[in-house]
Each structure stands twice: as C-alpha cells, then as structure tokens.
C-alpha cells in the first residue's frame, strides 16, 4: 500500500463531551482522516504550531533532544494502521544510513513532526478504512465508496434501533416495562425509564447519578412520586410514550456519536435529558443536571479510562 503525504489541517474540541480531535488532511487531495486524541497531545501539538513559547521543555522536546543528541534525525511519520478502531503509528529515524522505526501513538508522532517539520504520512488502508470528506462547513461527508455501500445496503433488511441496544440497556428497558406494570400504569415513560436506570445498580450511570446529586438510596421514591405527580404528561399514551421513543432514537445518536457500537446505559441517560420533556427531564432538571455535566463526568469516569489511543 502507498503512504499518502497528509498536513495537520486543524485540531478541534468538542464542546458537548470536551475531547479533541486532529484533522489530517491530504497534501494532494481531499481526504480528510479524524483522529481523537488527548487534551494533553492536543496542547503538546498545538504549542508548536501556534509558536507558543514554553520556558522548559515538553516531553517532546526532550524526546528529540536525546535523537539529535545521537546523531540521529527525524525522516518521517507515518499512520500505519487500524485495527479494533485504535490508530498505530510510527516515527521513522535515520542515523547515518541507518533507519528505524519507532512504534507510538498518533499524536506523539505529529507532535515530534511538526517540531522539526518532518513529512507525516498516512497508509493508503488506513485512509480507505477511516477518511472522509468535509462539507463546506467542515462537517463530515460521505466518500462516494461508501455512497455505494449505503446504496447497496438499502436493498437489506436494516437493523430496528432497539438491535443497537446492549444487553445491559435491554435489561433497563425491560426494568422500565416491569416498573410502569408494579405501579399499575399502561404506558411507559420516561421516570420508569429513569427508575430503572437508578436500580440497575453497579453501573457507570448509576455512578453519574450519584455524582451529580442524585441520593440513590432515596430515589426511587422520589422518581415514583413525580411519576404520580406528573402523571397527566405522559400517561395519555399506552404503550411507550412519545418522550421515551424520542429518547430511544436520541440514545442511538448519542451513542454513535461517542463511537459505540452499541447503545449503553450511560446513552439512554443523556437520551433522558436531550429529549427535555417528561418526568425524568423535570426531575433531572431540578437537580440542575444538564447534558454537559452528564458529559463531564462520563468522561472523568468512563471515556478517560477506556479511550483507545495509540
């Protein structure tokens, strides 16, 4: 396969869930290939292309201090690959006419190129496998292979949403059901959805809803009395209410926004309060929850620890 010459286009923050992402774009062409990476490379990469002057050296600095120290020098970077979503990459050094690769992760090598300007390069099976093109307002297109695949695919038989669910999340959909029949209510809404969010205990959401005010112990009675109490808002409809349905469609995109396969617990919470109507909206609205402090501390306690960088 070819390596394809790609500049650093920009690096931008989400201002929804706060990671960073360096844009590559292809020299010659109009690929562009996204990759996330921490606000520490970010900053790292950043300081030097913004010419920012740092009064000791970074990590980076002193990486290529120890290569030139030796005579050596920087000839290239290159993403290598992709494999299980997570990006490889190498640092190619030359010593004498001695090369040697040096395996690490994307954004450590784009921070060691753009410190001695070395070309940075992408493999051709790396770009077929995860580039795009941007709109004239920098949003993310599809390739016209993939316009074929989506053409090809519609004559199959698509996935409902709820087939994105994970087990876990089918279980809390399950709870819900179980939790609208124990209170004698035919609909479903959303404060059972909320209900059974806070019992399914010993998980990453249960752990956000305590850090953000809930008192698991007390909840439930809490939520079952707004339930009572809000009663007229939802329970005009058998079945699932229209807010849970809402918030089923926005759990997929929040889930295929952050990268998951599947729709988890934590996205059927930020489903809860995006779709801001229902009980479980009003209730985590009083306890001055929003989207962006849900966000927050899914990162401090999930994304962090289990973002795949290499």
């Known amino acids: 396969m070819a390596n394809i010459e790609m500049i650093i286009d920009s690096i931008r923050v989400s201002l929804m869930n706060y990671q960073r992402v360096v844009i590559l774009k292809e020299k010659k062409g109009e690929r562009y290939l996204p990759c996330w990476i921490g606000p520490a490379e970010a900053d790292a990469i950043a300081v030097k292309m913004q010419d920012v002057y740092v ?3 970074l990590t980076h600095d002193f990486c290529l ?3 030139h120290a030796f005579k050596g020098s920087v000839k290239h970077v290159i993403i290598s690959d992709l494999k299980n979503d997570t990006f490889y990459a190498k640092v190619v050094l030359e010593s004498g006419r001695k090369q040697t690769e040096i395996d690490c992760r994307p954004s450590d090598a784009l921070a060691v190129a753009v410190r001695v300007g070395a070309p940075i390069f992408a493999d051709e099976k790396v770009l077929g496998k995860a580039a795009t093109l941007l709109d004239e307002e920098g949003k993310p297109t599809t390739l016209p292979s993939e316009k074929i695949t989506a053409v090809k695919d519609e004559t199959e038989k698509k996935p409902s949403q709820l087939e994105m669910f994970s087990e876990s999340s089918q279980d809390v959909l399950n709870l819900a059901e179980e939790e ?22 010993l998980t990453i959401t249960s752990v956000v809803l305590g850090n953000v005010g809930f008192d698991l112990a007390k909840a439930p009675l809490e939520i079952e009395a707004s339930i009572n109490q809000q009663s007229d808002i939802e329970s005009t409809e058998v079945g699932l209410s229209s807010a849970v349905k809402k918030t089923i469609e926005l759990s997929v995109m929040e889930a295929k926004r952050l990268g998951s396969r599947k729709v988890q617990p934590e996205h059927i919470l930020i489903g809860l309060i995006r779709q801001d109507k229902g009980v479980a909206a009003n209730v985590l609205k009083n306890l001055g929850t929003n989207t962006e402090r849900i966000y927050i501390e899914l ?10 960088q290499q």
């Open 55 to 57: 009064p000791r050296p």
């Open 65 to 67: 201090a120890i290569v």
């Open 180 to 201: 609208a029949k124990r209170l004698n209510h035919n609909f479903v809404g959303t404060g059972h959805l909320l209900l059974a969010l806070v019992k399914k205990k």
């Open 299 to 308: 990162i401090r306690l999930f994304y962090q620890s289990t973002y795949k």
